[in-house]
């Protein structure tokens, strides 16, 4: 995890505008390096590092004395850096995975160098020889990018939105157009004689799987093909959490208990006990007291091994901690909100007890593999691959986002195989309806592929679905219900009767959300659009976003 800041053709005082980049230092603690591009006026490039991989060489903005013309700042991992380095012999300088970004860009152009790339990543290019800027995005947004542009030619760049407030003094906050970058798309400017920006063109160089591709064998048994795409469903998924063993700092991994980051846990172990790894893995868990999260990621620890860290969370301590959520946030989303607060918590835990830098995470899962328990209603198959390919598209700005944020508060990496280029790829391949749920369970596909494996205990493989923000909960009192509670002691009727005329976009229709609201404006006024809809669960009558809420949950 690794911060990313730029600013090209400005009017105003550069050398000002670089104290920005300090806004997004939790993001790289390791190190800092900032670069003003002498003979491009106002133009410089801002970089906070978390040392992952190379720590002598791996400094950014990077530069090759065999290209020195390309400068290159970057968020991220490329996964299959060294096939690239082989595939089209590429002279390597350095073992940073990021390198073949500028031999590939030099090589292709910024279309094809992006498409060659499995991983996840947000980057930006800047070429002095030809005068261009290209900025891109892996395909779910796991790693963000913010950005926004004058029609006088100034482009600003940066890991997350807060770098790019008070930038220019001539626009007010509610004139600034700053706004998240596409995933799957790179933008490619080209610069004037005085360093300012336009945009070229902006092409989407990768979209999640349309529509099913994997053909059924009419010479297979129904069965024995079955088999087949269960054995590729582990092989791929396999692979994905291997490729993300590259670090040379420690490896742990998020425990909830529950299928998805129990699953990530029982391949993690089997693969580092191949390579030898010399210390063991961590697992981390957090709830409440009694919660039915840390009774499962007990259980599941107790079979993998691990060396276990449980952290209890009190009511009081979530309260207090929402503020501060939602500034790292960058978001109001209620559901969100809820969930990112005990990953947030469980995060500065990892930071200040232990040395465990990058972690392991089972987000993806349930957009990919109809995990949540609304998909049970989807009226047909179709339904509920559209809505798959729907809350992927979207992931960006709400797991996605809590994942990278509540981590990237604390100075950790977080890396989530469920978003595999070619695992997700195949998945959303299948025929729709393999992927439904099955005999009342959600993701029947998903944990049939491990059901003889001995990965897991069958309790855990086939543990119902538990939203981390209710798993968290103690079994007598949700955490929503606590918020709830204290969020109608902050606001009363008459701030609520407003609400809709303040704010009209999203207006807030309970305390809660008017709450989340409130802090929100506090430190982002009038962006409220970085949020296009608040996450709830589909085809349903449920008023909360809250799996607890569900007539399937409760019975």
């Given at each position: 995890?690794?911060?990313?800041w730029?600013?090209?053709?400005?009017?105003e005082?550069v050398?000002v505008?670089?104290?920005a980049?300090?806004?997004?230092?939790h993001r790289?603690?390791d190190a800092?390096r900032?670069?003003n591009?002498?003979?491009?006026q106002?133009?410089?490039?801002?970089f906070h590092?978390l040392?992952?991989?190379?720590?002598i060489?791996g400094m950014q903005?990077?530069?090759?004395y065999?290209?020195?013309?390309i400068?290159?700042?970057?968020n991220?991992e490329?996964?299959?850096?060294?096939?690239?380095?082989?595939?089209?012999?590429?002279?390597?300088?350095?073992?940073?995975?990021?390198?073949?970004?500028?031999?590939?860009?030099?090589?292709f152009g910024?279309?094809?160098?992006?498409k060659?790339?499995?991983?996840?990543?947000?980057?930006c290019i800047?070429?002095?020889?030809?005068?261009?800027v290209?900025?891109?995005?892996?395909t779910?947004?796991?790693?963000?990018?913010?950005?926004?542009?004058?029609?006088?030619?100034?482009l600003?760049?940066?890991?997350e939105?807060?770098?790019?407030?008070g930038?220019?003094?001539?626009?007010?906050?509610?004139?600034?157009?700053?706004?998240p970058f596409?995933?799957?798309?790179?933008?490619?400017?080209?610069?004037d004689?005085?360093?300012?920006?336009f945009?070229d063109?902006?092409?989407?160089f990768?979209?999640?799987c349309?529509q099913?591709?994997h053909?059924?064998?009419?010479?297979l048994?129904?069965?024995?093909?079955?088999?087949?795409?269960?054995?590729?469903?582990?092989?791929?998924?396999?692979?994905?959490?291997?490729?993300?063993?590259m670090?040379?700092r420690?490896i742990?991994?998020?425990?909830?208990?529950?299928?998805d980051?129990s699953?990530?846990?029982?391949?993690l172990v089997k693969?580092?006990?191949k390579?030898?790894v010399?210390?063991?893995?961590?697992t981390f868990a957090?709830?409440?007291e009694?919660?039915?999260?840390?009774?499962a990621?007990?259980?599941?620890?107790?079979?993998?091994?691990?060396?276990h860290?449980?952290v209890?969370?009190t009511?009081?301590?979530?309260?207090?901690a929402?503020?501060?959520?939602?500034y790292?946030?960058?978001?109001?989303?209620?559901?969100?909100?809820?969930a990112?607060v005990?990953?947030?918590l469980l995060?500065?835990?990892?930071?200040?007890k232990t040395?465990?830098?990058v972690?392991?995470s089972?987000?993806?899962?349930?957009?990919?593999?109809?995990?949540y328990?609304?998909?049970?209603?989807?009226p047909?198959p179709?339904?509920?691959?559209?809505?798959s390919?729907?809350?992927?598209?979207?992931?960006?700005?709400?797991?996605?986002?809590r994942?990278?944020?509540?981590?990237?508060a604390?100075g950790l990496?977080?890396?989530?195989?469920?978003?595999?280029h070619?695992?997700?790829?195949y998945?959303?391949?299948?025929?729709?309806?393999l992927?439904?749920?099955?005999?009342?369970?959600?993701?029947?596909?998903?944990?049939?592929?491990?059901?003889?494996?001995?990965?897991?205990?069958?309790?855990?493989?086939?543990?119902p679905?538990?939203?981390?923000?209710?798993?968290i909960?103690c079994?007598?009192?949700?955490?929503?219900?606590?918020?709830?509670?204290h969020?109608?002691?902050?606001?009363?009727e008459?701030d609520?009767?407003?609400?809709?005329?303040?704010?009209?976009?999203?207006?807030p229709?309970?305390?809660e959300a008017?709450y989340?609201?409130?802090?929100?404006?506090?430190y982002y006024?009038h962006?409220?659009?970085?949020?296009?809809?608040?996450w709830?669960?589909?085809?349903?009558?449920?008023?909360?976003?809250s799996?607890?809420?569900?007539?399937?949950y409760k019975?």
């Amino acid at each position: 995890m690794c911060g990313i800041w730029a600013v090209f053709g400005s009017d105003e005082n550069v050398s000002v505008q670089c104290n920005a980049v300090h806004k997004i230092v939790h993001r790289g603690p390791d190190a800092f390096r900032i670069e003003n591009i002498n003979h491009l006026q106002n133009c410089c490039l801002g970089f906070h590092r978390l040392s992952i991989v190379d720590d002598i060489r791996g400094m950014q903005p990077m530069r090759l004395y065999t290209h020195p013309y390309i400068w290159l700042i970057y968020n991220g991992e490329i996964y299959n850096h060294n096939s690239l380095r082989k595939e089209f012999e590429l002279k390597g300088s350095t073992e940073v995975d990021g390198e073949p970004i500028i031999h590939l860009y030099e090589k292709f152009g910024p279309e094809e160098m992006a498409k060659h790339l499995d991983g996840v990543f947000a980057f930006c290019i800047l070429d002095t020889a030809n005068r261009k800027v290209i900025l891109g995005r892996d395909t779910y947004g796991v790693r963000p990018l913010f950005r926004f542009q004058t029609e006088q030619g100034f482009l600003a760049v940066c890991s997350e939105a807060k770098g790019l407030f008070g930038l220019s003094h001539s626009l007010s906050d509610d004139e600034v157009h700053i706004e998240p970058f596409p995933p799957g798309h790179i933008e490619v400017y080209n610069l004037d004689k005085d360093g300012r920006a336009f945009l070229d063109k902006r092409v989407q160089f990768h979209e999640p799987c349309q529509q099913p591709l994997h053909k059924k064998n009419s010479d297979l048994p129904k069965s024995k093909e079955i088999e087949i795409i269960q054995s590729t469903i582990r092989q791929l998924f396999e692979s994905a959490v291997e490729k993300r063993l590259m670090s040379e700092r420690r490896i742990g991994c998020l425990l909830s208990g529950g299928l998805d980051s129990s699953l990530v846990a029982a391949l993690l172990v089997k693969l580092v006990k191949k390579k030898n790894v010399p210390y063991p893995i961590q697992t981390f868990a957090i709830g409440m007291e009694g919660s039915p999260d840390l009774l499962a990621a007990q259980k599941v620890a107790k079979f993998l091994g691990t060396e276990h860290h449980e952290v209890l969370m009190t009511p009081e301590e979530g309260l207090e901690a929402i503020d501060k959520v939602i500034y790292h946030l960058e978001s109001y989303d209620i559901t969100t909100v809820r969930a990112s607060v005990g990953m947030f918590l469980l995060s500065k835990y990892i930071k200040e007890k232990t040395d465990t830098t990058v972690i392991l995470s089972g987000e993806g899962s349930d957009e990919l593999a109809q995990g949540y328990i609304y998909f049970h209603r989807a009226p047909t198959p179709e339904d509920g691959h559209n809505e798959s390919l729907r809350l992927l598209k979207d992931l960006y700005m709400y797991d996605v986002l809590r994942g990278d944020r509540t981590t990237a508060a604390w100075g950790l990496e977080i890396r989530v195989p469920f978003l595999d280029h070619l695992f997700t790829h195949y998945y959303l391949s299948l025929d729709p309806e393999l992927k439904q749920p099955k005999n009342g369970i959600e993701k029947h596909l998903l944990r049939s592929a491990f059901a003889d494996e001995g990965l897991l205990p069958d309790e855990i493989l086939w543990r119902p679905k538990e939203a981390f923000s209710d798993g968290i909960s103690c079994m007598t009192r949700s955490w929503y219900e606590i918020i709830q509670d204290h969020c109608k002691e902050q606001i009363n009727e008459t701030d609520l009767a407003k609400a809709a005329s303040l704010y009209p976009h999203n207006p807030p229709k309970t305390e809660e959300a008017l709450y989340y609201r409130r802090i929100f404006e506090k430190y982002y006024p009038h962006k409220a659009t970085w949020i296009p809809y608040f996450w709830m669960p589909r085809w349903s009558q449920s008023s909360d976003p809250s799996a607890r809420t569900l007539k399937h949950y409760k019975q």
